[in-house]
């Protein structure tokens, strides 16, 4: 699987938005870029995927970069609740198992 | 739509003993479930992927005899800690695959957290 790189962590002010990076410069064509959030003692919450062009859902917005090797993360009104580690995890068409790296611990700041 | 449930949530056992945890889904049927551990601090590593009616597919340093996982209907899988010992203690979270479109997305179950003493 190809490997992702993301910051160890990031903090943000509530109510602000919040823009988490993911480097992905192997990503092959087939590859789709996902993103899951984990809250303490949980398991990954599903937060959004894309493959090419930009996306979003009531949850957030995902930006991909034109040559796919990078995509953002936006939180656009970050709360208390979203404080979490979110992963940034790419996947084969085929939809083989995700291989986790260690995330970006985000803190939201009342 | 989309959930997935474990049980249970968190269980105690003694080392020694033997220890099920179910992973189900609940509103979708999956042929592919996956069974991740997570320590204390760490990210979640995948032990193996469960294939409904044949056997799993176990990663590399875990062992099959060790972890027994069942996957015998299109909605459960079940993993087995046989003989626990207290460094089996962790976070076991399954997640199962479902096909959307053209892509496929994991959803992931809340987790069971296994204390070995």
């Known amino acids: 699987d190809a490997k992702t790189t993301q910051p160890n962590s990031m903090e943000s002010n509530e109510e602000e938005p919040v823009h988490l990076p993911c480097n992905h410069s192997t990503i092959s064509g087939t590859d789709y870029i996902h993103w899951y959030r984990q809250l303490p003692s949980q398991g990954p919450e599903y937060v959004i995927h894309g493959l090419t062009s930009n996306v979003n859902n009531r949850m957030a917005s995902l930006a991909i970069a034109e040559d796919r090797k990078s995509s953002t993360l936006i939180l656009h009104r970050a709360t208390l609740r979203d404080a979490a580690v979110y992963y940034c995890i790419l996947s084969i068409e085929g939809g083989q198992n995700f291989v986790f790296g260690p995330g970006t611990r985000l803190s939201v700041l009342p | 739509g989309a959930v997935v449930s474990q049980h249970p949530s968190r269980v105690i056992c003694k080392s020694g003993t033997s220890v099920k945890i179910e992973c189900r889904s609940l509103?979708?049927?999956?042929?592919?479930m996956f069974w991740y551990r997570q320590f204390p601090k760490q990210s979640l590593m995948l032990m193996a992927t469960?294939?409904?009616?044949?056997?799993?597919?176990?990663e590399q340093g875990v062992e099959k005899d060790k972890f027994l996982i069942n996957h015998a209907s299109l909605t459960l899988s079940t993993l087995t800690v046989t003989s626990a010992h207290p460094e089996d203690s962790s976070f076991y979270i399954c997640s199962a695959r479902l096909l959307r479109g053209l892509s496929y997305e994991q959803y992931f179950g809340p987790g069971t957290r296994l204390t070995v003493t």
């Open positions: 469960s294939n409904e009616g044949s056997k799993a597919t176990y």
């Open positions: 509103d979708f049927q999956a042929t592919t």
